[in-house]
């Protein structure tokens, strides 16, 4: 197996009851996103395909009830993840109180791919992960709110080599592996998402402080102004940004 491949690793792990020796803490890492979804149309009485395109920003007003495209300041779209990286959830997180208001999805399954650069060290650096999240279904409102679905999510993590922690980092030197495993390319500024045409580029807003990356897929059942519609989501991406809380 080539060395620069994404799958050269010291570990597997299958994450599914942890008897594990990290410390038993949630972190909260700031996650802008896009997707594209896919909903039944119609035209001339047939069937036809419809394109939805959204960010992470628009989840978090389903989620809280608002319509796509309120402008918040303090709610954003957020990955909280194990220590020991035995789950993760998307969630909303209020930075205003430093708290998770609502989750949006929580793994049913994870498995996770380790590599320890040093020897010496308690701990790998670093992560690949797959999960399967299901949509967990929001009080939202009579108008906007998400109703059910799933999302496949698979990504990177960097870790903190004294405790198997996720931690950021200002300097991403993962980034050359992120074409042989999938991952759209990112940038700093503000959360904004750029479709080409095989790839999304997310841009964030908060700093260059990097944790990893992310893409996904699933169907997402959703009820925007007052209509309910599932979207086929062929493809998303995320960035895993800076900490939010612990």
């Known amino acids: 197996m080539k060395s620069r491949a994404c799958l050269r690793v010291v570990a597997v792990i299958a994450m599914a009851a942890s008897s594990a020796v990290w410390a038993q803490t949630n972190i909260t890492f700031r996650s802008p996103a896009g997707f ?3 909903f039944q149309g119609e035209i001339g009485g047939k069937p036809a395909y419809e394109f939805e395109h959204l960010i992470g920003a628009d989840l978090v007003n389903l989620a809280l009830g608002t319509g796509v495209g309120t402008v ?3 709610e954003v779209l957020a990955l909280e993840v194990a220590c020991d990286s035995s789950s993760a959830s998307l969630v909303v997180f209020d930075k205003a109180t430093k708290s998770n208001l609502v989750t949006i999805a929580a793994s049913s399954k994870i ?3 380790q590599q320890q650069d040093n020897p010496a060290a308690a701990f790998p650096d670093r992560e690949r992960f797959a999960t399967e999240m299901d949509i967990v279904p929001s009080a939202g409102s009579n108008a906007n709110a998400l109703v059910s679905g799933f999302l496949d999510v698979a990504g990177r993590l960097y ?3 004294t405790n198997g922690c996720p931690r950021t980092v200002l300097v991403d030197t993962d980034r050359r592996q992120d074409v ?3 991952d759209g390319s990112t940038v700093s500024a503000s959360e904004d998402v750029t479709i080409g045409k095989h790839k999304i ?3 964030d807003d908060d700093t260059k402080e990097i944790a990893g ?7 997402l059942t959703v009820l925007i102004a007052g209509q309910t519609n599932t979207l086929v989501v062929p493809v998303g991406a995320l ?3 800076r900490q939010l809380a612990p």
Not at 213 to 219: K, L, P, T
Request: charged share 15%; hydrophobic share 40%.
């Open 201 to 203: 580029t997310v841009i």
């Open 213 to 219: 990356r992310g893409h996904f897929h699933g169907a």
């Open 36 to 38: 594209e979804g896919v």
């Open 180 to 182: 042989i495993c999938g």
């Open 239 to 241: 960035s895993i940004d």
């Open 72 to 74: 918040r300041t303090n």
């Open 159 to 161: 870790l903190n080599p």
């Open 111 to 113: 498995v996770v791919v």
